[in-house]
Each structure stands twice: as C-alpha cells, then as structure tokens.
C-alpha cells in the first residue's frame, strides 16, 4: 500500500486520485489560515516555486480540528491562502486528521511515520507543549497529529519517507526535499 491507493476530494468537491501525482515527490501538509504557523505559507510557496518544476508538489489539507483555526468554507480558505500567500500549490477539501471521522490518507500518513517529537529550539514548542500536556497527556506515545502543518514526505513511488512537526525547521524540511529530486 501507498499513497496513491487514496482518493481525495479537491476544495471545489471533486474526487481526485493520488495516482494523479504519481512520479513526484509529494510534500502532504494539514494547515490552518489562523495559526501561529500559518506563516509557514511563505516557505512553502517559496519550495513549491523553487522545485515544482523538477517533479515536486505540496497536498494541502485543511483541518479545523486545532483550535478551531481553519473556520472557514472551502471557498474562503483557497481565497485567503490565495489572496495572502499567492499559493499556487492545490488545496483540498477540509478534513479531520485525528478521531471518528479521519480521513483514511491521513490515518495511512500517521500509521507510516508516528510521532518523533517537536524542535525544542522553535519558539512555539513550549506552547504546543503546555497545550498538548493538558489536552492529551499521553501525546508523546501517540502517532496522532498534534497540529497544524505537520508535513509528511513522499517519494517518487508514494512511500512515506519523513514525518516533521510544525515545529522542523524549514531548511531541514527542503534539504530533504532536494534528497529525493
């Protein structure tokens, strides 16, 4: 099994199969557009830029399921990704990442690549860390995502290579990018 035994729904509400991706090096995010990561948009469309051309591509999907940061419709969130980020990358439907109602790639992305815990250097990592403490004590033993934009890396053959929390260091994040290109 790989990432393109899934199908997904675009944001305008059509089924589309991974496979449309086949061949490329797949950057998978959850996202938000009022996150304090939400500014990793800049970075993304910089490497979605930088690297598209060479077989490289980001799936966005938004999630809604942390902290409530991704309120809006379909519509409103490709206007404002658009809008305020220029992102060219495509964007799906919103979806839920953890619980119940999981969509199955994510539920495959997080049997692949578990929990590998955050950058203790990111400024963000105490407040992800305080937060994560209160709601869900056992966080660390989970493969569950723990907020928005983790990432998950995919090779040219739809295997899942790398996992990185919100909290990786974008570099880091291109770098293996540019390993599998």
Not at 88 to 96: V, Y
Request: with cysteine; aromatic share 12%.
């Amino acid at each position: 099994m790989n990432i393109y035994d899934f199908n997904v729904e675009n944001a305008a509400g059509v089924e589309v199969s991974l496979k449309d991706y086949a061949g490329q090096v797949i950057l998978v995010i959850n996202s938000a557009t009022e996150c304090g990561f939400t500014p990793q948009y800049d970075d993304l469309q910089d490497l979605f830029e930088k690297y598209g051309s060479d077989g490289f591509v980001i799936l966005d999907f938004p999630c809604n399921q942390f902290g409530h940061q991704a309120p809006g419709s379909n519509e409103e969130i490709v206007s404002f990704c658009d809008s305020r980020y220029g992102i060219t990358f495509p964007i799906f439907s919103k979806i839920e990442v953890n619980g119940d109602n999981e969509n199955p790639l994510f539920t495959f992305l997080k049997s692949q690549k578990g929990f590998a815990g955050f950058n203790q250097e990111h400024p963000l990592t105490p407040m992800l860390e305080s937060v994560l403490g209160r709601t869900a004590p056992n966080y660390l033993q989970s493969s569950d995502i723990k907020w928005n934009f983790t990432k998950f890396l995919i090779d040219r053959e739809g295997n899942v290579v790398e996992r990185f929390e919100p909290t990786a260091d974008m570099a880091e994040v291109e770098e293996k990018i540019v390993g599998l290109l």
